[in-house]
């Protein structure tokens, strides 16, 4: 039976006691916890706007990187800044930049656990390259290919070129920008074959200045494009940029196969070094 003070007791508003004895109305209770979820979503949002703020600022300095590669080659190209300290000035710059945006060794590909296999992998394609060239020029109808004005050298002038102008004034740059620091920044954004995609796409347009004068350089390329009147050159920038992304695309690859830069780097420096190398023998054989 329900008495008249149960009644009462069920009529009266819900209260909240606290241990120093005051009372609070269960109003001033729900108040609170609305409070509560407003304050909540304040945190919410404001976590979601540094996100938002954080990927805009990766993305202004993966711009800034880009923006600089192309700096650094219309200087190197047009401008006549082709000197040796551009290319380790610069590669060290790419690396302090990246570092400062937070990046680790192990994006940059430099991770020191990784250098074995990187250089395994390496020296592994330096053998492959060296195969290849090695039949090239043995070959006549492939050694004109070989035939580069720009390395029809001296013994000594070919060693100087493969292991010290080219390794410190081309392949230290542009391997830390594209394969290291571009990489890094890129995988932030975009999924891997998106990285690799669009790091050896930027490879290749990396050449389009050296490959205007690839027409009169090389004997086997002008000889190729002669027929061509005055879309030679469009030409000549045409395959040299598809066939540099592609050769990005095969050095990517190592890279993150091996997860080490060092993969890369040995591929590059047989490409480019070896080229001379064989180069010199192949006039050689030519004269």
Not at 28 to 39: F, K, Q, V
Not at 169 to 180: C, P, W
Not at 260 to 278: D, E, I, K, R
Request: charged share 10%.
């Amino acid at each position: 039976m329900t008495t008249p003070a149960a009644l009462a007791a069920l009529a009266a508003p819900a209260v909240a006691s606290r241990t120093d004895g005051v009372v609070v109305p269960a109003a001033r209770h729900e108040s609170h916890h609305e409070s509560h979820a407003e304050s909540h979503d304040d945190v919410r949002h404001r976590r979601l706007a540094l996100i938002a703020r954080g990927r805009r600022a990766r993305f202004a300095a993966t711009v800034a990187v880009v923006l600089a590669l192309a700096g650094v080659n219309v200087a190197n190209h047009v401008l006549g800044w082709d000197t040796m300290w551009l290319g380790p000035v610069g590669a060290v710059a790419l690396l302090a930049f990246a570092r400062w945006q937070g990046l680790t060794w192990h994006q940059l590909g430099l991770a020191r656990h990784t250098h074995a296999r990187g250089i395994r992998w390496g020296l592994g394609v330096i053998g492959v390259v060296g195969l290849v060239y090695l039949v090239g020029i043995l070959l006549p109808s492939t050694r004109t290919a070989f035939l580069d004005a720009r390395y029809h050298l001296p013994p000594a002038g070919a060693l100087l070129t493969a292991f010290v102008l080219i390794p410190v004034g081309t392949i230290l740059l542009e391997e830390v920008a594209f394969r290291s620091v571009l990489w890094g920044f890129l995988s932030r954004h975009a999924r891997m074959w998106q990285v690799l995609a669009g790091s050896s796409l930027l490879f290749g347009l990396w050449h389009v200045f050296p490959a205007m004068a690839s027409a009169t350089g090389n004997e086997a390329i002008g000889s190729a494009v002669a027929g061509l009147g005055p879309f030679a050159q469009l030409a000549v920038v045409g395959g040299t940029v598809l066939f540099t992304a592609l050769g990005g695309v095969l050095a990517g690859e190592l890279r993150r196969r091996s997860g080490s830069l060092f993969a890369s780097v040995g591929m590059h420096w047989a490409t480019n070094a070896l080229g001379v190398l064989f180069g010199v023998l192949a006039w050689r054989l030519a004269a």
